[in-house]
């Protein structure tokens, strides 16, 4: 291009560049003047403007204060440090228990953080966070709502030196912690409130709730707590076994129900299933016009049941006294002072094996109800029963698995299936019983040692006509029981508290509930007439004398009682154990106690943390304590 040609076009782009600027000059005089196309004043800025141009401003504003809000809190980044000493995780259990406790007792010393504050206020129910919250979307957080929240962490991962997660569950629910330095608030620097947590300490969180947003698509994020600050509460000294591997091993677990509870769902589970069931117990029978009593523990003589009892020594009034081994009688000597429904619910004690539905101490339910008998209580079992369960689990169909993996569908609803006990020993022997009053004759006592044999069962010594009759019901009837079965008419000579059979002569009104092979309730019209509970009374103390430790005593103190008049009554007894294990589908009643009876271990002293951190003993005054 000639000059000439380059200074003409250079002109024209010059007028063009002029006319755009005074174009866009008074383009804004018009905007901004009053009266012109938008009225809306811009305080800050003095101007007139659109309506959507100032709506732009303002957020724009409101964003631009947020963050500055949030840098005044922000902590300084910390500089990199590398952390001296082993690897935790390479650390064995001992080393890591050593290395702790020492941790823990500079905080002591230190105060920085105190590691066991009196108290943490929470506010917020972590049971609710999914209900509440499930609805938030990738990247949404509710700033405008500060929980604060406690809970043991399970899992921690750190991404750099300013962004924690932790894993961290309590009563149940479980949630993720999302700590950032960028959200903090606290006056502590974000290193000093986190460096020191480790898996199975207590925390607090004040934070508000929210939904992570990681990178990939495909991701939808988690759902949080951002984390505003952290507190600790209380620090674990052990190290928590991993959740790969888990907490398996039954001997331990049952020895350290603690772990066992911080580690395994199922059993914390379990526990507040028992927890449901008894309480619906109380309730049916409050509901129902009972009352619950207390009766005592200890007892010159432990009646009631068949059982061993333990025995311990007073010593102020140098007097053997037993462990209760049932309610029965005390409860039904309050029916005889005229309290009319009557029930207890507490634990038993028996001096007895211990296998997988037998523990020394167990939890059983016993209740008395006047002017009803056996056929009234039948009644009430199935309709306790059957509620039970539906409130449980929810349904009427439930599953067993036994020890050798055998699984049953128990189907509870009423009316339950009716089993009488004498026919179904005919049957199963092919021949026919005693009477019914003469089953407590020598006689009887001959012919059931030919049916043992002949059937090629045996009966643990001594061989009395109650202990070989139970075990061919044993074998015979209970193991047919699968869904709920009453068995009902037992001789007299098995049932010295019951009353005797209205129609057949020799045995009583009493039946037994069956569920999986397993007894879950006894029941009968009871014996209230005194001068036929003596007679029984005797015939138990011949059963001792011949060796039986599980017969009964003759109580004079009840006796004197029956003498007063115990009007017609049911009575019933149900152990709450059994139950809990066929709801919770467990074959070992060790599993649904919290402290089942062990033996004791041959093991090596333990480590003391006090001894390992060196911590010394607070002078203690000695005063006894009254």
Not at 57 to 81: F, G, S, V, W
Request: proline share 6%; aromatic share 8%.
């Amino acid at each position: 291009m000639t000059s000439p040609q380059r200074v003409a076009e250079t002109a024209k782009e010059s007028v063009q560049q002029v006319t755009d600027k005074v174009q866009e000059m008074t383009t804004a005089d018009n905007a901004g003047a009053p009266g012109g196309p938008s009225q809306l004043l811009d305080e800050v800025t003095g101007e007139h403007v659109s309506k959507s141009e100032l709506k732009k401003r303002q957020k724009q504003r409101e964003k631009d204060k947020q963050k500055a809000e949030r840098e005044a809190t922000r902590q300084p980044p910390p500089a990199a440090k590398r952390k001296a000493g082993p690897v935790e995780e390479e650390l064995n259990p001992h080393q890591y228990f050593e290395i702790r406790s020492r941790a823990v007792k500079r905080m002591k010393e230190t105060q920085s953080p105190n590691p066991f504050p009196h108290k943490y206020t929470v506010d917020y129910d972590l049971s609710n966070f999914e209900r509440e919250y499930g609805q938030l979307k990738k990247g949404e957080v509710d700033r405008d709502r500060t929980i604060s929240i406690a809970a043991r962490i399970y899992n921690i991962r750190t991404a750099g030196e300013n962004l924690r997660f932790y894993e961290v569950g309590v009563n149940g629910a479980e949630i993720q912690i999302m700590a950032t330095n960028n959200e903090s608030t606290s006056k502590t620097p974000f290193t000093e409130q986190h460096d020191h947590l480790r898996r199975g300490d207590w925390i607090g969180v004040k934070g508000f709730p929210g939904r992570t947003s990681p990178k990939r698509e495909d991701n939808p994020g988690e759902l949080s707590v951002f984390a505003q600050e952290t507190t600790l509460l209380a620090p674990c000294l052990h190290q928590i076994p991993s959740e790969h591997y888990g907490f398996k091993d039954q001997e331990e677990r049952y020895r350290n129900r603690h772990l066992d509870l911080i580690m395994n769902k199922r059993t914390r589970d379990t526990f507040l299933a028992r927890a449901k069931i008894i309480k619906y117990v109380r309730n049916y029978f409050d509901d129902n016009g009972f009352f619950e009593m207390e009766t005592p523990i200890l007892l010159k003589n432990a009646g009631g049941a068949t059982a061993k009892p333990f025995n311990t020594h007073h010593n102020d009034l140098n007097m053997t006294l037993a462990l209760r081994i049932a309610t029965e009688l005390p409860l039904k000597q309050l029916v005889v002072g005229g309290l009319t429904k009557v029930y207890e619910l507490g634990r038993q004690f028996r001096n007895e094996g211990i296998d997988l539905t037998h523990n020394p101490e167990f939890t059983s339910c016993e209740y008395y109800e006047a002017f009803a008998d056996v056929y009234d209580v039948m009644d009430r079992t199935e309709e306790l029963v059957e509620g039970m369960v539906k409130a449980i689990c929810g349904s009427l169909q439930t599953e067993f698995t036994t020890q050798h993996g055998e699984t049953y569908n128990v189907n509870w609803a009423k009316p339950w299936k009716r089993i009488e006990m004498m026919p179904a020993l005919e049957e199963a022997c092919g021949e026919k019983f005693p009477a019914g009053d003469q089953l407590h004759t020598d006689e009887t006592n001959q012919f059931l040692r030919r049916m043992l044999k002949k059937t090629g069962l045996e009966c643990t010594p001594p061989l009395t006509n109650t202990r070989m009759i139970d075990k061919m019901v044993g074998e015979f009837i209970e193991e047919k029981c699968v869904n709920p079965t009453f068995i009902t008419g037992h001789p007299q000579v098995m049932s010295p508290l019951a009353k005797y059979h209205r129609s057949q002569p020799g045995l009583c009104e009493r039946f037994e509930a069956f569920v999986c092979k397993k007894e879950i309730v006894n029941a009968y019209t009871e014996l209230n007439d005194p001068f036929d509970q003596r007679l029984r009374f005797e015939e138990q103390a011949n059963q001792k004398a011949q060796g039986d430790d599980e017969a009964q005593v003759l109580d004079e103190g009840f006796l004197t009682a029956m003498e007063y008049g115990l009007p017609p009554t049911g009575g019933w007894g149900m152990g709450i154990d059994r139950m809990v294990m066929f709801l919770t589908n467990h074959y070992s009643i060790k599993e649904v106690l919290t402290f089942p009876f062990m033996k004791d271990e041959n093991v090596a002293p333990k480590l003391k943390a006090a001894e390992v951190a060196e911590v010394e003993p607070m002078p203690v005054e000695g005063v006894t304590h009254k």
